[in-house]
């Protein structure tokens, strides 16, 4: 039938049909002036924040592609401390963050405002861990499988890299949520006196953990995934995880038992990683809260372009590449998200 013959009987059928036409002009990546004024993000301003963890980047900017689909007016990422990003967010000086990972930063989502000013009702990423690692070869020698060994002055020092005699471990950057934990343990476990929390840059601290690794001296570190160091120091081929005698955790995740079903304890619950977006903006923008809520990125696709980053692939044009590339490879389940977040809007 041609187009000019075609009759809009009702209110419902012309609004499935703005949809399927502003749904194909996004799949084809462009949309004509109809389209672009029927999209729910059409004069909206959105502010996204994350921190200098550059790695951290690729799952932003997923989350901005899809906005940006819908019509939203994406703004520059702006960078700041975990602290800072929740404070903003809940005063509405910031839309979201795409890495808010629960339970790590429960402490920083409660003292911004918690569920009262935050929206976070999907869940973006699962089986995020976290935990000490040592090499193997060290740990194979001297029988080390748990943290509660470096209380031994004569363990201690195999980890020891500036000749105090006590055990330098590679840990957080001031202000991340692992800081309080490792800093918490070391209480707990009684390694406050044989254990040194080495802090600072940790891109550069854990660059000088693996050159020392190379070098074939022992390591010990905290590390995290989705990162790009397991993709270097494999566990149980270059490392091993080490298990703490009992669970302790600090703040709001006090109480959680981070014993694993097999009976392991890592000191670290498993955590998930969420889009924490403002309420107020979610309950005036449905199509980004429905986007906020169905978004899911497999964990192994965020540490394989990680490791891609630390190759050499770090500029923002290579990160912007590397997003495109995923949004290509998973056409259909990006079309779906926007067309789920269409019908949230209508």
């Not at 007016?73 to 890495?99: M, W």
Request: net charge negative; hydrophobic share 40%; with cysteine.
């Amino acid at each position: 039938m041609p187009l000019k013959t075609l009759r809009l009987r009702s209110a419902a059928t012309l609004a499935t049909f703005v949809t399927l036409a502003v749904t194909c002009a996004l799949s084809l990546g462009a949309a004509p002036a109809a389209a672009q004024d029927a999209l729910p993000g059409k004069g909206v301003a959105v502010q996204p924040v994350q921190t200098n963890i550059a790695e951290e980047t690729f799952q932003t900017l997923l989350v901005l592609r899809a906005l940006e689909k819908l019509g939203y007016d994406v703004k520059r990422i702006q960078e700041t401390d975990y602290s800072a990003a929740y404070l903003a967010i809940g005063n509405g000086d910031a839309t979201f963050i795409a890495t808010n990972w629960q339970p790590l930063h429960d402490d920083f989502y409660k003292q911004s405002g918690g569920d009262t000013r935050f929206y976070r009702p999907g869940t973006y990423v699962t089986n995020l861990l976290q935990g000490y690692l040592i090499d193997k070869k060290t740990a194979d020698a001297h029988g080390i499988t748990s943290v509660e060994q470096l209380k031994d002055p004569a363990i201690a020092k195999l980890f020891d890299t500036n000749g105090d005699g006590k055990a330098d471990l590679t840990g957080c950057n001031p202000g991340w949520g692992c800081e309080a934990v490792i800093e918490h343990h070391l209480d707990a476990y009684g390694l406050r006196g044989t254990v040194t929390h080495n802090q600072g840059n940790y891109s550069a601290l854990i660059a000088d953990t693996i050159a020392r690794y190379r070098a074939g001296q022992p390591i010990f570190y905290y590390a995290w995934t989705p990162y790009w160091v397991s993709g270097v120091l494999k566990p149980d081929q270059d490392v091993v995880w080490l298990q703490v005698p009992f669970s302790s955790l600090p703040g709001e995740q006090k109480g959680i038992d981070t014993q694993l079903p097999d009976g392991s304890n890592y000191g670290f619950p498993v955590n998930t990683m969420h889009i924490a977006a403002n309420r107020a903006f979610a309950e005036q923008n449905p199509a980004a809260a429905k986007l906020f809520e169905i978004m899911r990125l497999p964990i192994g696709d965020i540490s394989a372009q990680n490791l891609r980053m630390q190759e050499g692939e770090n500029r923002q044009a290579d990160i912007e590449r590397h997003v495109d590339a995923w949004i290509k490879a998973n056409q259909a389940t990006f079309d779906g998200w926007l067309e789920q977040a269409l019908a949230a809007a209508r």
